[in-house]
């Protein structure tokens, strides 16, 4: 499975911003997704998760309310719908395949993973 983030780009803060994950190879329909995201000298930390249905989804407390996780089974795509922007939130994101149906916050459950995508959010 190849994973291509795309999405990303500078914005305001209070600005809002939606990221794509697209999948090729294979289907991702019964896999769960989740998004990570890495500051510069930082660890890459759970943002969302979502599961195979897009029935169950979690979030990171530092994004609860202002980030949405949502999946297109037909597209083979998982979106990041990223609002109330804050210049904490500058990192580079990646989205990820879970090894099995449900999405976790775990990035050892993750087995496949995009190249990242910037966010920068200016102040």
């Known amino acids: 499975v190849q994973l291509q983030a795309s999405g990303g780009g500078l914005v305001q803060a209070g600005g809002s911003l939606k990221l794509s994950c697209a999948a090729s190879?294979?289907?991702?329909?019964?896999?769960?997704m989740g998004w990570f995201r890495q500051a510069p000298g930082k660890e890459r930390d759970f943002v969302a998760a979502?599961?195979?249905?897009?029935?169950?989804?979690g979030y990171a407390d530092s994004v609860k309310g202002r980030f949405t996780i949502s999946r297109d089974r037909a597209k083979n795509t998982v979106y990041l719908q990223m609002t109330s922007l804050n210049p904490e939130d500058t990192a580079v994101y990646y989205c990820?395949?879970?090894?099995?149906?449900?999405?976790?916050?775990?990035?050892?459950?993750?087995?496949?993973w995009g190249q990242g995508t910037q966010v920068t959010v200016s102040s």
């Open positions: 190879g294979r289907t991702i329909s019964n896999n769960g």
């Open positions: 990820a395949a879970a090894g099995g149906s449900y999405g976790s916050n775990r990035k050892s459950d993750y087995r496949y």
């Open positions: 979502i599961s195979w249905n897009g029935g169950s989804t």
